[in-house]
């Protein structure tokens, strides 16, 4: 497989140098080159298997010729050691996919976990170590240090601003310890990316260290999102029904997810982006014009993106057409008080407790039928597991959220991070020590 960058679709890079490089010197996107096609029997074939079994199936079809059978079945095997439900909420009609079954209980552990794998596998190759530098405000933090620990070859640092991510996520970043180091700054999550941005272009730093990203804008992230989609049609498809999916979206990336694996052939009909107030694709939608904007910050926080990085890559999928993009998907948005009052009646209407995120995907799909009262099958993806967001959920609902067993142990663990100021010389001395 090779890949090209959006901003320059001519040239191509292997899959090594486009997994270790995350983003292209352009600043375009990387794609696959060219994307396969699969097709709808393909994905039928496979579409009942466990989800790790159709990762390795679609692995096959990408990477087969680079990496073989046994090594892709070992590395989706222990990517996905977790399944992706459907939970039925309305018979035919209304189903939630959970995506939370994974250790730091979001789905961002798919696009991690298989992403570490990749990067492990190529560094075993090359015999040389990976540093993953990442900045989080809270739950990508969380999935990739999970995801990456004790994975050989790879040390990760993450950086997450002091006091202001949740006391669950904090300990999910600082209480690992072996390869995973937490650096607790004395700033904002802007801050930590400045830093982390810096390091990047830090020729001294780059001369004797290779460095790399975990964020979300790369494509082995995405990939994998690809898999729960199919997992999902398989669990829905007796319905006989058009599929629509309905995923609650910030920085677009588990959407053009979905796309990507639409246009490998995945019979999907139809896509909705739900998203909270920060709903600059919802506006192009409906206007034609895209307009990104500074976040504004809400209760569903996971999708605070005023200015949504894999926005290129989506329209790119639709050929960079407005009618292609409208066609294929719909737009619906919630501010905080309809995403209380619609997490409060999907919990008396389903007896479904549903975190915000999830509840904004639940509604975007609810307002989809009703608008076109069409006879689909609509699965909204579940992007967190309510106890990440456990003060919320208990006040709205008025009921009693259980942290699950694996997360709960965490908190008793101490809490192991280097203390830093804002300041790029402050960590690039604290770093060295580290290396
Ligand atoms: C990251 C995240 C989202 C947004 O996903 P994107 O791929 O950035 O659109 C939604 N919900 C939760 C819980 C998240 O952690």
Redesign the pocket.
């Known amino acids: 497989m090779r890949f090209y960058s959006t901003n320059s679709p001519s040239v191509t890079v292997s899959t090594e140098q486009a997994l270790f490089q995350s983003m292209p010197a352009d600043k375009g996107l990387y794609m696959p080159a060219p994307l396969p096609y699969l097709g709808a029997d393909f994905f039928s074939a496979i579409a009942d298997q466990s989800l790790a079994d159709i990762g390795f199936a679609i692995s096959q079809a990408l990477f087969g010729d680079e990496i073989s059978k046994s090594d892709l079945e070992d590395l989706t095997h222990h990517a996905f050691p977790f399944s992706t439900p459907v939970i039925e909420l309305e018979a035919g009609k209304v189903g939630v996919l959970e995506l939370f079954h994974g250790p730091s209980l979001?789905?961002?552990d798919v696009g991690a976990r298989y992403m570490a794998g990749l990067m492990s596998y190529f560094s075993k190759q090359t015999d040389k170590e990976v540093n993953i530098l990442v900045a989080t405000s809270g739950?990508?933090g969380g999935a990739v240090a999970m995801g990456f620990h004790n994975v050989p070859g790879v040390r990760v640092s993450i950086l997450y601003p002091s006091g202001r991510v949740s006391e669950l996520q904090e300990k999910q970043l600082t209480t690992l310890g072996g390869n995973i180091q937490a650096f607790e700054v004395n700033g904002s999550f802007d801050d930590c990316q400045a830093i982390v941005k810096q390091a990047f272009v830090d020729a001294e730093l780059n001369a004797h260290l290779s460095l790399s990203s975990a964020n979300?804008i790369n494509i082995f992230r995405l990939i994998p999102q690809g898999f729960y989609y199919v997992s999902a049609f398989g669990q829905v498809r007796s319905s006989g029904k058009p599929v629509v999916f309905s995923?609650?979206?910030?920085?677009?990336?588990?959407?053009s997810a979905g796309a990507l694996v639409q246009k490998m052939g995945l019979p999907v009909s139809h896509f909705v982006a739900a998203t909270n107030l920060n709903h600059v694709v919802p506006n192009y939608l409906k206007t034609g014009d895209y307009v990104p904007k500074a976040s504004i910050a809400t209760i569903?926080n996971?999708?605070d993106?005023g200015s949504?990085s894999?926005f290129t890559r989506l329209s790119h999928l639709y050929d960079d057409r407005y009618d292609q993009f409208k066609a294929n998907v719909s737009g619906y948005f919630f501010d905080d008080d309809e995403t209380r009052a619609g997490m409060k009646r999907i919990y008396e209407t389903y007896n479904y407790v549903s975190?915000p995120?999830t509840a904004i995907g639940i509604m975007g799909l609810e307002k989809y039928l009703a608008d076109t009262k069409q006879d689909i099958t609509g699965v909204a993806l579940a992007?967190?597991h309510p106890s990440?967001f456990k003060p919320l959920v208990e006040e709205v609902l008025n009921v009693s959220v259980e942290v699950p067993d694996r997360l709960a142990e965490l908190a008793q663990r101490e809490k192991n991070s280097i203390r830093i100021s804002a300041n790029y010389a402050d960590f690039k001395e604290s770093f060295l020590q580290t290396v």
Do not use: Q, W, Y
Request: charged share 10%; aromatic share 8%; with cysteine.
């Open positions: 979001a789905f961002k739950d990508t979300s995923t609650p979206s910030g920085n677009f990336g588990n959407l569903s996971a999708m993106v949504p894999n975190c995120h992007t967190a990440k």
